[in-house]
């Protein structure tokens, strides 16, 4: 696929150029003035924004049948620690909202366990069209899910069962993690030594990758919780990614020192007191001026998709510029989900995701999305309107 | 007194005018042009958008006790009917402040009980500014809230009590309105607080405002309100493109679902433009969730018909006039006009144009709620 005459924001940082961008194979393969077409499809984007296909980190697509309480897929709340879970296997990509992805303009996406346990599952990451998600998907585990707070709490505390409060919380999350360093040590060393490894536990057997720091940990909390999930990451040397972050402005320093990526959001929620207060996109600015990697996440399908490219929108208002509100839905998730080296940016090389846009869809309200490419298929079309 | 000057006033019929509004005891005075008034506080808004302020339709917000989640104030579920209650009871003007809604340019909200019984109380149209029901008051009573939906059915069927089936909504619905009806016509009546409130809706005082979904909620409540002559409005009304003429026959006003909320336009596959055309046959506004919604949601149900290609101007009455026009209460809110209340939110630029756009100063009843570090004042 040729795109023809586009207005480009590659998001590497350039300032916007006019351009073409050749798709071979999924792969962009040029991006340039006057690229020759071949027999490439060749699609006019003149007067068209051309960005890369936005990338929501935190969604439940597929998973969370909202209407149809059947198709509650991705909280299985019948015991606190169920690392061995893996959302992929909750998935349904045929479900309605998971369907209507693309036409918000997102191409990839993190799709989590719920946060109704202490130790919640494994998330991965898809592409968002496709009926086997299998295929669609790019990046399996792709963080360890953790929640904190209200939750978990609301899960068990009625039931009676540990945890109850948040002390409950920490308590479950230091013993699971204890014993799940241990049996890495154990394996390792019977590895070295050639001898018995430890009886195996598909609970810590799940836990190993982010013990080894192959993947992030990605925990749910809002206010004084991130000091408990910055405490647990920094005990066992993984990567963190905080996840909602609401009243992030009370913990700036610590959390830019802890080195963990935000993925915060979504807003438009009601504030009340403790968990539910701070939701405000004023919190992305503050992190962005303090150099941390923060994202704009969606939550769909409790929000639906749209509100990932609207929040965008909503942290211009709150101060931040254009530019750097669209790398909170590209580049940024792109770096947090470690999938940066596919999607994320219009670069030579990387995956030919890209959605084209009437006007600054960041800047101008009346920004309409007019298509969405993924891998060089056209995958979302306006309709046309009467 | 306060005099607004030189801003970009958003006046009715989608006039825009610069000029000056003159604000005395909470209403509007006058509007024109170089107007003055010795001794009032003025605001320069001067290269400003000043808008009516916008009005939350349907929302459960103040009545929720956030403080104390598990036992809100908005739902009533221990019987289905019980439409003499009322909103005024349960206000927190604590909660609705901690939302802050003049940031998102909200003056005013419509305040009803939430959704789980099929009568569930009489609501009415606040202010985001007071301490108190009384304070915050725009017009006390403007519907009896019903919901005829299945969150009525799953929570009494969970108490194995009436109604769990659509059956059994409608069939409660038309003895409440018939009994209604006959302790109207007794001589020496006992008082009673749900026959009362439901004499407002029979006299049609007042209407019947119904959250509704599906095809089937809607076909059921608007054949009941017609058999007992009732004004109706229609709340959520996801499934309504697929009856838009039974609706527009019926003659209900229309409040749009939230647009966003848990993907019901998308699992629904709501026809937001079949929904909007009805504008030319009755009053038809946007909403949001009925339950709890943050200080952005209504401004962005407002901006995605923008992104759609709707008019600005036509956006914007959609949740200002034209809201206060479904709710009856446009001789009180929802314009610039003389004698209204002093309901306005003064942005720097034009939100539903530009995504920089942000609110300047908010006044609600004639007094500043809000105000922008550096912003309108000289």
């Known amino acids: 696929m040729l795109i023809r005459n586009a207005t480009i924001l590659d998001m590497t940082g350039a300032a916007p150029y006019t351009g073409d961008i050749l798709i071979r194979d999924g792969k962009i393969a040029a991006i340039g003035c006057d690229l020759p077409a071949q027999d490439q499809q060749v699609l006019d984007a003149s007067g068209l924004w051309a960005l890369p296909g936005f990338v929501d980190a935190h969604t439940h697509q597929g998973g969370f049948d909202m209407i149809d309480q059947n198709g509650m897929d991705l909280n299985e709340m019948t015991d606190p620690v169920t690392p061995q879970v893996c959302a992929i296997d909750g998935c349904n990509p045929l479900d309605k909202n998971f369907r209507s992805v693309p036409a918000a303009g997102v191409t990839t996406l993190c799709i989590t366990p719920g946060s109704g346990n202490v130790i919640c599952g494994q998330a991965f990451v898809a592409k968002s069209v496709g009926n086997d998600i299998h295929k669609m998907t790019i990046k399996n585990p792709s963080a360890l899910k953790i929640a904190l707070g209200m939750n978990p709490k609301g899960a068990y505390g009625p039931k009676g069962r540990k945890p109850m409060t948040r002390m409950g919380i920490a308590s479950v999350l230091m013993e699971t993690f204890a014993k799940a360093d241990q049996y890495r040590k154990e394996k390792q060393k019977a590895q070295l030594e050639g001898t018995q490894p430890p009886k195996y536990d598909e609970k810590y057997e799940a836990m190993l990758p982010a013990l080894e720091g192959q993947i992030p940990l990605k925990i749910h909390c809002e206010q004084f919780d991130m000091l408990t999930a910055i405490e647990l990451a920094k005990k066992y040397h993984c990567r963190l990614t905080i996840e909602h972050a609401w009243l992030a402005k009370e913990f700036l320093e610590e959390l830019s020192e802890s080195g963990a990526d935000i993925n915060y959001g979504p807003v438009g929620v009601p504030t009340g007191y403790g968990e539910l207060t701070g939701a405000d996109l004023i919190d992305v600015k503050l992190l962005d001026e303090r150099g941390v990697n923060v994202s704009i996440i969606s939550d769909s399908p409790i929000l639906s998709e749209e509100v990932l490219l609207i929040q965008a929108g909503e942290a211009v208002r709150c101060g931040v510029s254009p530019e750097r509100a669209l790398r909170m839905i590209t580049i940024n998730p792109a770096k947090a989900l470690g999938v940066s080296e596919r999607v994320g940016s219009l670069e030579v090389g990387k995956d030919g995701d890209v959605v084209l846009f009437s006007a600054m869809p960041t800047r101008d309200v009346a920004a309409k999305l007019c298509y969405t490419i993924i891998e060089g298929s056209v995958v979302y079309t306006a309709p046309e309107r009467s | ?378």
């Open chain 2, 1 to 378: 007194m306060m005099l607004i000057k030189n801003g970009n006033l958003h006046l009715p019929d989608q006039q825009v005018l610069t000029g000056d509004v003159l604000i005395q005891n909470g209403k509007i005075l006058q509007i024109g042009t170089g107007l003055s008034a010795p001794g009032a506080e003025i605001l320069d808004a001067q290269g400003k958008d000043v808008f009516p302020g916008f009005i939350l339709p349907v929302t459960s917000v103040g009545l929720t006790d956030y403080a104390n989640l598990r036992q809100g104030d908005s739902n009533e579920t221990s019987s289905p009917c019980h439409p003499g209650l009322h909103v005024r009871y349960a206000l927190d003007g604590r909660e609705v402040a901690l939302q802050r809604y003049w940031l998102g340019g909200i003056t005013s909200f419509g305040a009803a009980p939430a959704d789980g019984a099929l009568l569930a109380g009489q609501m009415g149209v606040y202010h985001v500014d007071g301490a108190t029901a009384g304070q915050m008051c725009v017009c006390d009573t403007v519907a009896v809230k019903g919901n005829f939906l299945s969150d009525v059915k799953a929570t009494f069927k969970a108490k194995d009590a009436a109604p769990m089936t659509r059956m059994g909504m409608a069939s409660l619905l038309r003895k409440q309105l018939r009994e209604a009806k006959e302790w109207m016509q007794q001589e020496n009546r006992e008082d009673n607080e749900d026959f009362a409130a439901l004499e407002k809706v029979l006299t049609k005082e007042i209407p019947l405002l119904m959250n509704v979904h599906t095809v089937a909620d809607i076909a059921d409540v608007i054949a009941i309100a017609k058999e007992f002559d009732l004004r109706l409005i229609l709340n959520g009304v996801y499934e309504g493109h697929l009856v838009k003429e039974l609706i527009v026959e019926s003659g209900a006003s229309v409040i749009l679902g939230d647009q966003f909320d848990a993907g019901a336009r998308i699992w629904y596959g709501t026809d937001v433009d079949s929904l909007l055309s009805m504008q030319q046959q009755t009053n038809v506004c946007i909403g949001c969730s009925s339950g709890g919604v943050g200080k952005e949601n209504l401004l962005w149900n407002a901006c995605r018909l923008v992104q759609e290609g709707y008019q600005p101007a036509d956006v914007l009455d959609l949740m200002t006039v034209k809201t206060a026009k479904v709710l009856g209460v446009d001789h009180l809110i929802g314009s610039i006009r003389e004698g209204l209340f002093a309901d306005l939110v003064i942005y720097q630029g034009n939100p539903l144009e530009s995504w920089s756009a942000c609110v300047d100063t908010t006044v609600v009843a004639g007094k500043i709620v809000y105000r922008k570090e550096g912003g309108a004042v000289c």
